[in-house]
C-alpha cells in the first residue's frame, strides 16, 4: 500500500525514468540513477518530518517584492541545503552559469505569476525565492522540497545541468503556487493534477518570455537539458505523440493522452506523473482551438480554475471547473468554453 505524504518532494524526473536507468547495463548510468532515486527517498523523509515542523517555506521577502536567493551547494548532499549564499536580488551577474540561470529564471517565474496573473510570488504574499546549484555529484534531478529549489548538473550524457531549461525552473515553482492555493494530494488523479499544472505553467513561462503563440511553441518539457548520451529530444510533450520511443537507454515514454489509455497501477503514486500526459493534452488542445499566445485565455481558464479546485479534485471535477471557467471568463457558449469542451471530448471524458 502506498502511503500519502501530505508535503511529498516534487522532482522534475519522473520515477519510471529512474527506475529505467536503474536497470541499465552501463554500471556509471545504473550507480547514477540509484543514487538519485536513494536521494529522492530520502528527500520524502525529510519532508515528512519538516511536514509536522515550523519550516521556511513562505519566508516573506523585503517589502513583499521579488526577492531572489541562490545558493552553492558545493556538490553536498541535500542535508546540507541550502549551502553557500552566491546570489542575491539586484546583485551583479555571477560568473557561474548555473547560478545566473537560477536566478534569471525564477525571476522569469515570478514575473509571469505576477504580469499574467497578478500573483505576487508563489503565496501570492511576496515569499523569497530560494534556489541552490550544483547539489550532489552528477546529480540527474531537480527539485521543489516545499521550501526551495534544488538543482543537479546531471551526468553530461544524458543529462546536463538542470537549471538550463526555464519550463523545468517554472514547473518546480509552480508546485509551490499549488500548495498555496488548492493543494491537491500527490496521489492517483488529484497528484496527476499536480504535475499537469506545473507543466502547463512551465511551457507558459517559457511561451511567455520568448513572446510565442500557440502554434509557434514546442510544447515540450525539459528539451534544454536533455544530453548527448539519448536520443530522446524532451521529457514530455503535450503533443498526441511519444516524447521518446525506442530510446536505448529511456525506453519508451509511458504518458497516455486520452483516458482509454490511462495508468491504473500504484507506480508513481497511482501515475501522477504518467497520467499527467491526459490533461496536457487537453490543454493544449484548448490553447490551440483558442488561438494567439497560450497565456492570455487558456492560461487564464486553467489559472481560475487551480483556485477552485481542492485537495482531492480528480479529472472529472477538473472537467467541470474549466468550463466553468471559460464560462464566468468568457461568456456561455463562447469560443473559449466550446474549445474547453471539445478538447475534453477529445481526450475521452
Same mark, same amino acid.
Given at each position: 500500500?502506498?502511503? @500519502?505524504?501530505?508535503?511529498?518532494?516534487?522532482?522534475?524526473?519522473?520515477?519510471?525514468?529512474?527506475?529505467?536507468?536503474?536497470?541499465?547495463?552501463?554500471?556509471?548510468?545504473?550507480?547514477?540513477?540509484?543514487?538519485?532515486?536513494?536521494?529522492?527517498?530520502?528527500?520524502?523523509?525529510?519532508?515528512?518530518?519538516?511536514?509536522?515542523?515550523?519550516?521556511?517555506?513562505?519566508?516573506?521577502?523585503?517589502?513583499?517584492?521579488?526577492?531572489?536567493?541562490?545558493?552553492?551547494?558545493?556538490?553536498?548532499?541535500?542535508?546540507?541545503?541550502?549551502?553557500?549564499?552566491?546570489?542575491?536580488?539586484?546583485?551583479?551577474?555571477?560568473?557561474?552559469?548555473?547560478?545566473?540561470?537560477?536566478?534569471? @529564471?525564477?525571476?522569469?517565474? @515570478?514575473?509571469?505569476?505576477?504580469?499574467?496573473?497578478?500573483?505576487?510570488?508563489?503565496?501570492?504574499?511576496?515569499?523569497?525565492?530560494?534556489?541552490?546549484?550544483?547539489?550532489?555529484?552528477?546529480?540527474?534531478?531537480?527539485?521543489?522540497?516545499?521550501?526551495?529549489?534544488?538543482?543537479?548538473?546531471?551526468?553530461?550524457?544524458?543529462?546536463?545541468?538542470?537549471?538550463?531549461?526555464?519550463?523545468?525552473?517554472?514547473?518546480?515553482?509552480?508546485?509551490?503556487?499549488?500548495?498555496?492555493?488548492?493543494?491537491?494530494? @500527490?496521489?492517483?488523479?488529484?497528484g496527476a493534477l499536480n504535475e499537469h499544472f506545473a507543466d502547463v505553467m512551465g511551457v507558459l513561462v517559457s511561451q511567455w518570455r520568448a513572446g510565442k503563440t500557440a502554434k509557434q511553441a514546442a510544447w515540450t518539457v525539459g528539451a534544454e537539458i536533455m544530453g548527448p548520451g539519448t536520443t530522446a529530444k524532451c521529457l514530455r510533450t503535450f503533443k498526441d505523440e511519444p516524447a521518446y520511443q525506442d530510446d536505448p537507454i529511456l525506453g519508451d515514454d509511458p504518458q497516455p493522452k486520452h483516458l482509454k489509455d490511462k495508468y491504473t497501477g500504484s507506480a508513481d503514486q497511482g501515475g501522477v506523473h504518467i497520467n499527467s500526459g491526459i490533461p496536457n493534452h487537453a490543454f493544449y488542445l484548448v490553447a490551440m482551438e483558442i488561438g494567439g499566445s497560450a497565456w492570455q485565455k487558456a492560461g487564464q481558464i486553467w489559472y481560475r480554475t487551480l483556485r477552485a479546485l481542492h485537495q482531492t479534485s480528480d479529472f472529472a471535477q477538473m472537467v467541470t471547473e474549466t468550463e466553468a471557467s471559460a464560462v464566468a471568463l468568457y461568456g456561455s457558449e463562447s469560443i473559449e468554453q466550446q474549445a474547453v469542451r471539445k478538447a475534453w471530448k477529445a481526450v475521452g471524458f
Amino acid at each position: 500500500m502506498l502511503a @500519502y505524504c501530505h508535503n511529498p518532494i516534487h522532482c522534475i524526473l519522473p520515477p519510471y525514468i529512474l527506475e529505467k536507468l536503474s536497470q541499465s547495463t552501463d554500471a556509471k548510468i545504473r550507480k547514477l540513477a540509484i543514487d538519485a532515486i536513494e536521494a529522492a527517498a530520502a528527500m520524502r523523509a525529510q519532508r515528512f518530518t519538516l511536514a509536522k515542523l515550523p519550516t521556511m517555506s513562505a519566508i516573506p521577502s523585503p517589502g513583499g517584492k521579488k526577492h531572489r536567493l541562490v545558493y552553492d551547494a558545493k556538490h553536498g548532499s541535500m542535508w546540507s541545503l541550502p549551502g553557500k549564499l552566491v546570489r542575491e536580488e539586484g546583485d551583479k551577474k555571477a560568473k557561474d552559469a548555473a547560478v545566473n540561470e537560477a536566478y534569471n @529564471y525564477s525571476g522569469d517565474v @515570478y514575473d509571469f505569476y505576477q504580469t499574467v496573473f497578478s500573483r505576487n510570488s508563489l503565496d501570492d504574499k511576496g515569499m523569497s525565492l530560494i534556489s541552490s546549484v550544483h547539489l550532489g555529484n552528477k546529480f540527474n534531478n531537480a527539485f521543489w522540497n516545499g521550501e526551495q529549489m534544488a538543482y543537479g548538473d546531471g551526468d553530461g550524457s544524458l543529462f546536463i545541468r538542470f537549471t538550463k531549461a526555464r519550463d523545468v525552473v517554472g514547473h518546480e515553482l509552480t508546485h509551490g503556487v499549488v500548495t498555496h492555493t488548492c493543494n491537491l494530494q @500527490y496521489q492517483d488523479e488529484s497528484g496527476a493534477l499536480n504535475e499537469h499544472f506545473a507543466d502547463v505553467m512551465g511551457v507558459l513561462v517559457s511561451q511567455w518570455r520568448a513572446g510565442k503563440t500557440a502554434k509557434q511553441a514546442a510544447w515540450t518539457v525539459g528539451a534544454e537539458i536533455m544530453g548527448p548520451g539519448t536520443t530522446a529530444k524532451c521529457l514530455r510533450t503535450f503533443k498526441d505523440e511519444p516524447a521518446y520511443q525506442d530510446d536505448p537507454i529511456l525506453g519508451d515514454d509511458p504518458q497516455p493522452k486520452h483516458l482509454k489509455d490511462k495508468y491504473t497501477g500504484s507506480a508513481d503514486q497511482g501515475g501522477v506523473h504518467i497520467n499527467s500526459g491526459i490533461p496536457n493534452h487537453a490543454f493544449y488542445l484548448v490553447a490551440m482551438e483558442i488561438g494567439g499566445s497560450a497565456w492570455q485565455k487558456a492560461g487564464q481558464i486553467w489559472y481560475r480554475t487551480l483556485r477552485a479546485l481542492h485537495q482531492t479534485s480528480d479529472f472529472a471535477q477538473m472537467v467541470t471547473e474549466t468550463e466553468a471557467s471559460a464560462v464566468a471568463l468568457y461568456g456561455s457558449e463562447s469560443i473559449e468554453q466550446q474549445a474547453v469542451r471539445k478538447a475534453w471530448k477529445a481526450v475521452g471524458f
